[in-house]
């Protein structure tokens, strides 16, 4: 082999081992970028299922599952509103996280692992919350002269439960903001059934 052709091998090689690099380093790319969509979906369930929001919500679910109204003292209005609007916000984050992640979709795929992960794991408290959110709120009205102003505060649990229930993952019967009453699936109308 002269001069020439090992130039030419050389090239040839180097090129070959600048792809494969590239395609290393895509690959990793991909790999470290889904981890992460992954990690950022598990910490938005981790913020409702632990610390300051999981006392809101045993809170607010003392308010959709028992007796709260004229009886509770005014302290007990007050933690229960921060409360309602401790948990309404988790759930404006993870709307917003989720949303976050579906932009963030690598092209070319046609299923989002990981919005498809977080709704999994939320599915089933946005349900909850559908009804809950609208008995609390109730109650919270009922039992104190000022108004609970929450629209701003509650429209992004609206599009969670929206987008919920466009994937299939909760009944179309639950209605953001409003209980349908006895032709509502949560638990609590179903209580005394049991």
Do not use: N
Not at 62 to 82: N, R
Not at 156 to 168: D, K
């Amino acid at each position: 082999m002269g001069t020439d052709e090992w130039s030419a091998l050389a090239g040839v090689s180097s090129t070959v081992l600048a792809l494969a690099a590239v395609v290393v380093a895509l690959l990793a790319f991909r790999s470290e970028h889904q981890r992460a969509r992954f990690e950022g979906a598990r910490a938005l369930h981790h913020d409702l299922t632990t610390g300051e929001v999981a006392a809101a919500r045993k809170i607010v679910g003392s308010l959709h599952y028992g007796d709260f109204g004229s009886t509770s003292s005014p302290a007990d209005w007050s933690q229960s509103l921060t409360s309602y609007f401790t948990l309404l916000w988790c759930f404006e984050r993870i709307e917003a996280g989720r949303t976050a992640l579906a932009r963030g979709v690598i092209r070319g795929r046609r299923r989002d692992e990981a919005v498809e992960y977080l709704d999994a794991l939320v599915a089933w408290h946005v349900a909850e919350y559908a009804c809950g959110f609208a008995i609390a709120r109730r109650k919270l009205a009922e039992a104190s002269t000022e108004e609970v102003s929450d629209s701003d505060s509650a429209s992004g649990f609206s599009r969670l439960l929206l987008a919920l229930q466009e994937s299939g993952l909760i009944d179309r019967a639950y209605r953001a903001g409003t209980c349908p009453g006895a032709g509502c699936p949560c638990a609590c109308h179903h209580q005394s059934l049991s």
